[in-house]
């Protein structure tokens, strides 16, 4: 029930990519938290990536982590440019959301931590009206500075599934100092609180097909832009890694 049937991890400029699928690696996520195992998942983008390069007590705490997940058509790009592909891009966002319909089919608890005041609250009516077999044992806005009361919730609570959706790097820091007080399912997801509510609107079919959400978010929100810097640098260091040999 551990890495059965896994392929062994790529490395993408020192950080260890699952090589996996979705149905795989979900069903893998079922199973741990059907027998409460304490589980860590890091859905990493380039952006992650180079953060990690930069800061090292941040890479030394995302490979602590059970499992890093390519969240980000760049790590599936770099993957290639290695000559050691990954199978596919496994969207954190999609994979929340399926973790909510199971949860919901299974009777699971779920505890929700991240976005603002007014979006966590529009969350709890979404998910109690959307996935009403999971119970949410809990919920809290992202901005905390003393995480006490969140952690003496969940750790009272005992949920099946605890979503971070804070940003990195805050989200993964908060879950490896607090990972032990649950058996649950922790994972970091960004801005998938806001995406679920409407409060930002994902990119169209279309365009995730092509892969271009990113483009679609730049469009949408041009004070991103000067985040796309990162994508050449990542790409440059990940040419560097093949010409190098590793």
Same mark, same amino acid.
Not at 9 to 32: M, Y
């Given at each position: ?39 860590? @998942?890091?859905?990493?983008?380039? &952006? ?5 390069? !930069?800061?090292?007590?941040?890479? @030394? $705490? ?9 969240? %980000? ?25 399926? $973790?909510?319909?199971? %949860? ?19 969350? /709890?009516?979404?998910?109690? !009206? ?21 952690? %003496?919730?969940?750790?009272?609570? !005992? ?11 805050? !989200? ?18 960004? %801005? ?20 271009? &959400? ?13 985040? $796309?810097?990162?994508?050449? /640098? ?11 040999? /590793?």
């Amino acid at each position: 029930m551990e890495k059965q049937s896994q392929k062994k991890p790529v490395s993408i400029l020192g950080i260890p990519f699952e090589n996996t699928n979705q149905e795989q690696f979900e069903s893998l996520l079922k199973q741990r938290i059907d027998h409460h195992k304490n589980t860590f @998942v890091v859905t990493a983008n380039p &952006e992650i990536v180079m953060y990690a390069r !930069q800061n090292r007590p941040y890479e @030394v $705490l995302i490979k602590k982590a059970d499992y890093i997940i390519a969240d %980000g058509i760049g790590i599936i790009i770099g993957a290639k440019l290695l000559k050691d592909p990954l199978q596919e891009r496994i969207a954190g966002y999609d994979l929340f959301v399926s $973790l909510l319909e199971w %949860g919901s089919q299974n009777h699971k608890s779920a505890y929700f931590v991240g976005a603002k005041t007014e979006v966590i609250n529009k969350l /709890r009516e979404i998910v109690t !009206q959307k996935y009403t077999g999971l119970k949410i044992a809990g919920t809290h806005n992202g901005y905390f500075g003393d995480d006490r009361n969140i952690v %003496g919730d969940i750790a009272r609570t !005992q949920p099946d599934m605890v979503f971070v959706a804070t940003g990195f790097p805050k !989200q993964e820091a908060f879950i490896d100092k607090n990972r032990q007080i649950s058996d649950s399912l922790w994972m970091g997801i960004g %801005g998938s609180f806001d995406v679920l509510t409407g409060t930002v609107k994902r990119a169209p079919k279309s365009w995730q097909k092509m892969h271009l &959400e990113w483009l679609y978010r730049v469009v949408k929100e041009p004070s991103r832009i000067s985040r $796309l810097s990162v994508l050449p /640098r990542y790409l440059m260091a990940v040419l560097k890694e093949r010409l190098s040999g /590793r």
